[in-house]
């Protein structure tokens, strides 16, 4: 990776501290350079990193300021904030798994979309600590900048047949089985509800499906919600609603990024990977607000509106997921607003039939800083996706717990005996912070990985 160098000679040193440390600190340093920092009062002015001179104005050092436990954020500012010319270093004393972390967080950091200007961007570089594990380090950054380069790249581009070619790519490098399913195929192979979904577009939907590793193995199935443009249908979207919906295949793009993360980790796993792709369109053939379908489980739908598409075509994807057996089943959506006017854009709801699998999951997101917030799969709002005509609803009858809601119609789509997860995110970062570029962002799949990796390790020592 470009963010990455091997060699140290002429790099600069980075010195992390807690603020609380700076003081005893600055006493151990040449008295020219504690005067150069304490002339830019960085322990009161809420100062990250400082360029400390050597005596020929030469840098000598790089100051960072870490106002939380030093870990994956402390140095993730720093690619895009040093000149691109600069080389770092990590101090030999820094344990493997914290020197992980900071590695992983310059990668991160180092991310731009430049697949459409004229001339890349540089960024400052780190020596790659040899404390560090560099193919976790290189393995997860590669497979989110994959994911980050989905969600970023506009619907002209992406379409569902480019989306599914992502997941054919994957297949090919890792000798996965894959079949695709596409336009009026869907009908035949029993995967109504994504042909009502895409068939308005001028290009086609399609169900992509590609499974991976020993059979014999802890079975991980990851569904994405693969909405490559939402218009709203017929029910239309206003123009500022419909600005950033390129993003909603953000959830396949997960499941994308961390499927990559597994087959190049090689963990112990079966996986299977489901993403339905298609465009929300609107033309003559367009499905509309009321009517009905039957879906693959043998479930009728009734359409609520036109803009809740993607919970329709995840019903069918989650039914075919569950119905064939697994471990543990997870989807990734960019389902409601709902969910963001609960928890906000940087926090993804959590929705999970077992308890012990949700405590795994928010307790590794948290633990790896990719925190996740787990809502209720309340059963008394039931009521509120039932049918005068249908066996169900699409949509709340109330504008109260969209997101529950919405995992409530989901649910009835899994099995019951299947540990599942549902995760309702955003898949964007609508400003810049370190480590985390404004744009697109794969969210709660650093955390899940974590998960899987544990629960697939414990079932292979007890087989």
């Known amino acids: 990776m470009k963010c990455f160098v091997n060699d140290a000679d002429g790099a600069v040193g980075l010195d992390i501290l807690a603020r609380d440390d700076l003081g005893r600190w600055l006493d151990t340093i040449p008295d020219h350079q504690s005067r150069w920092v304490r002339s830019h009062d960085p322990g009161t002015s809420g100062m990250r990193h400082l360029v400390v001179p050597d005596r020929d104005g030469h840098v000598a050092r790089v100051l960072v300021?870490?106002?939380?436990?030093?870990?994956?954020?402390?140095?993730?500012?720093?690619?895009?904030?040093?000149?691109?010319s600069m080389d770092c270093r990590l101090a030999d004393d820094v344990d493997g798994d914290t020197a992980t972390a900071l590695a992983l967080g310059w990668a991160l950091g180092s991310y731009h979309f430049g697949r459409y200007r004229s001339s890349d961007r540089n960024t400052a570089r780190l020596v790659f600590p040899g404390q560090a594990d560099r193919a976790e380090v290189e393995t997860v950054a590669r497979a989110i900048w994959l994911?980050?380069?989905?969600?970023n790249t506009p619907a002209e581009d992406l379409g569902p047949e480019e989306l599914?070619?992502?997941v054919a790519k994957l297949a090919e490098r890792h000798r996965g089985e894959l079949t695709t399913v596409v336009g009026d195929d869907l009908l035949e192979q029993d995967y109504p509800s994504i042909h009502?979904?895409?068939?308005?577009?001028?290009?086609?939907?399609?169900l992509v499906d590609m499974s991976w590793g020993d059979p014999g193995a802890y079975r991980v199935t990851l569904v994405g919600k693969g909405v490559c443009f939402d218009s709203g249908g017929l029910d239309i979207k206003p123009s500022g609603g419909m600005l950033l919906m390129k993003k909603d295949m953000g959830g396949a793009a997960t499941a994308i990024a961390l499927a990559s993360m597994i087959m190049d980790l090689d963990l112990p796993v079966r996986l299977r990977?489901?993403?339905?792709a298609v465009d929300n369109a609107i033309s003559g053939?367009?499905?509309?607000?009321?009517?009905?379908f039957r879906t693959r489980k043998g479930l009728t739908i009734e359409i609520g509106n036109t803009d809740a598409e993607g919970r329709v075509i995840l019903?069918?994807?989650?039914?075919?997921?569950?119905?064939?057996?697994?471990?543990?089943?997870?989807?990734?959506?960019?389902?409601?607003?709902?969910?963001?006017?609960?928890?906000?854009?940087?926090?993804?709801?959590?929705?999970?039939?077992?308890?012990?699998?949700?405590r795994d999951i928010a307790d590794d997101c948290r633990r790896v800083g990719d925190p996740v917030w787990r809502l209720p799969l309340w059963s008394g709002y039931a009521s509120d996706i039932s049918s005068d005509v249908a066996d169900l609803r699409t949509t709340g009858s109330t504008p109260f717990a969209g997101a529950i809601t919405a995992a409530l119609f989901l649910e009835k789509f899994v099995d019951r005996t299947t540990p599942w997860a549902h995760i309702d995110l955003m898949g964007w970062n609508r400003c810049h912070r370190p480590g985390r570029p404004?744009?697109?962002?794969?969210?709660?799949?650093?955390?899940?990985?974590?998960?899987?990796?544990?629960?697939?390790?414990?079932?292979?020592?007890?087989?």
């Open 285 to 292: 053939n367009a499905f509309r607000p009321l009517d009905v």
């Open 273 to 276: 990977l489901i993403v339905p």
């Open 196 to 206: 009502a979904v895409g068939r308005a577009s001028s290009r086609q939907p399609r």
């Open 315 to 358: 019903c069918d994807a989650l039914a075919e997921a569950s119905s064939s057996g697994t471990d543990l089943l997870v989807d990734f959506a960019t389902l409601t607003g709902a969910a963001r006017v609960a928890l906000g854009p940087d926090l993804p709801a959590l929705f999970c039939n077992d308890d012990s699998l949700a």
């Open 438 to 463: 404004k744009g697109g962002e794969v969210m709660a799949a650093r955390g899940l990985l974590e998960t899987i990796r544990a629960r697939s390790t414990r079932h292979r020592e007890a087989s």
């Open 147 to 151: 994911g980050r380069d989905l969600i």
């Open 164 to 166: 599914a070619g992502e």
């Open 65 to 84: 300021i870490a106002d939380e436990p030093v870990g994956m954020r402390s140095l993730a500012g720093l690619p895009v904030h040093l000149p691109a």
